[in-house]
Every structure is written in structure tokens, then in C-alpha cells.
């Protein structure tokens, strides 16, 4: 059993910054990608920014310079600074891993339960 845990949403407003953390545990092997998706009201998810487990990052176009994201493989824990926030960031954001666990050889996908982040303009 793997569970994604995240911590660090909430109302900010226009130019503010948070910070989101997500904790894997459980069965886990190896842990392939770590990342953060968002969805917004009547729309579909959407990647914000992933990283893999050797480091390389990859992040949405309109994130880049203001979001930063960051691993501790040590931890199982992924991390998201958003700074410069605006209220085109308001979502609920959802922490993502692909992942293999002890008992079965391929890798899958992970979701947390998501956390709300809302931008008042």
C-alpha cells in the first residue's frame, strides 16, 4: 500500500508565495518521478512540474521562474515553491509519483488527495 500525504495549501493573495510538501510511504521500491498536477474548476488536470529521480525537472510554461520544485530522495518527499502567485494559479493541486513497490515489478502512478490553493486578486 502507498499513500501520497500533502500539506501546504491554503488563500493566499495576488503576489504571495506557499509552499506545498508531499510525503510517499509505504511498500515503495523505487520512486521513478515525483511531481505536482493541478486542476482548476471545469477544467481538466494539468501538469505544474515533475522531477525524476536523477534530478532532471520539467515544468508548465507559464510556472517557469516562479515555481520551483525540489526533491529529498532520502525522504520520499516532494516539495513546490510557488512564488508570484496569481489568481490564474487558484487549484486544487494533486502530488503525483511514479512509483515501484516491493511487490510488483512495474511501475505505476500515484496520486495524492489534493490540496486547495486559492489566489485572491
Known amino acids: 500500500q502507498v499513500q501520497l500525504v500533502e500539506s501546504g495549501g491554503g488563500l493566499v493573495q495576488a503576489g504571495g508565495s506557499l509552499r506545498l510538501s508531499c510525503a510517499a510511504s509505504?511498500?515503495?521500491?523505487?520512486?521513478?518521478?515525483m511531481g505536482w498536477y493541478r486542476q482548476a474548476p471545469g477544467k481538466q488536470r494539468e501538469l505544474v512540474a515533475t522531477?525524476?529521480?536523477?534530478?532532471?525537472?520539467n515544468y508548465k510554461d507559464s510556472v517557469k521562474g516562479r515555481f520551483t520544485i525540489s526533491r529529498d530522495n532520502a525522504k520520499n518527499t516532494v516539495y513546490l515553491q510557488m512564488n508570484s502567485l496569481n489568481a490564474e494559479d487558484t487549484a486544487v493541486y494533486y502530488c503525483?509519483?511514479?512509483?515501484?513497490?516491493?511487490?510488483?515489478?512495474?511501475?505505476?502512478?500515484?496520486w495524492g488527495q489534493g490540496t486547495q490553493v486559492t489566489v485572491s486578486s
Open positions: 503525483y509519483a511514479y512509483l515501484r513497490t516491493r511487490y510488483i515489478l512495474r511501475a505505476s502512478d500515484y
Open positions: 522531477t525524476t529521480s536523477d534530478g532532471s525537472v
Open positions: 509505504g511498500s515503495i521500491f523505487s520512486i521513478n518521478v
